[in-house]
């Protein structure tokens, strides 16, 4: 078993729709969150940081955090074309290097 | 734009040359990293660099060797490199090692002919 699990995709969905992008995580000393997004030939775009759980927002962007589940979201409000991307879950515990899911394909369509 | 700085951009070489990637930021960030990334993968961590020392070396093959000449500045330098080596290379930056985020830069596109 993967210490994360992402479903890799694609996720194909209409302009205008509420996305939601999930990770599993197994180590229970995971403490720091992350959400990246990339795009193709580009390097990962740091969207959300979040420290143990909660919930943060940013403009479209929420980031959720479940420790007793191990569950981490992102959810984008009205996404856009221009939101079609790879999106990487990453996390970490002190003293321990981040560790990433395998990233989800997202398609927006217009 | 980003606030970490690669170059170059795109890089072919040779399995016999001798070539070296940048990567520098202004961020005053005290962590630097060199991750590598294939196709439809996530980053695959390389080293780590802390206060300027060597922190992690995942095991990579002594045909990379890292350099950190200063707390701005990390270059990868690369030699007799295979084709399978070939990937975004990336740099990223954090306040603290690991438990701050991670800042990458575009990467470094390496071609090994």
């Known amino acids: 078993q993967k210490e994360v699990e992402q479903d890799p995709g694609p996720l194909s969905v209409p302009e205008g729709a509420i996305v939601s992008l999930n990770c599993t995580y197994s180590n229970s000393a995971f403490q720091y969150f992350m959400w990246y997004r990339q795009y193709s030939r580009k390097g990962p775009e740091l969207l959300m940081y979040t420290y143990s759980s909660g919930n943060k927002e940013d403009g479209r962007f929420t980031a959720q955090v479940d420790k007793s589940s191990k569950y981490i979201s992102l959810f984008i409000r009205d996404s856009q074309p221009s939101d079609s991307a790879t999106y990487l879950c990453a996390m970490s515990s002190y003293g321990n290097k981040l560790v990433f899911g395998a990233g989800t394909i997202l398609r927006v369509k217009s | ?113």
Not at chain 2, 43 to 54: A, I, R, T
Not at chain 2, 88 to 96: D, E, P, T, V
Request: aromatic share 10%.
């Open chain 2, 1 to 113: 734009d980003t606030e970490v700085t690669q170059t170059p951009k795109h890089l072919v070489m040779g399995m016999t040359n001798k070539k070296s990637l940048k990567c520098e930021q202004h961020m005053g960030h005290r962590a630097m990293y060199w991750y590598k990334q294939k196709a439809k993968k996530p980053p695959e961590l390389m080293f780590v660099y802390s206060y300027e020392k060597l922190s992690i070396n995942e095991s990579v093959p002594s045909r990379f060797s890292p350099e950190c000449p200063n707390s701005s500045l990390l270059n990868l330098h690369l030699h007799a490199l295979q084709p399978e080596d070939s990937a975004l290379y990336l740099c990223a930056s954090s306040q603290w090692e690991f438990v701050s985020p991670l800042h990458f830069g575009n990467g470094t596109r390496l071609t090994v002919t």
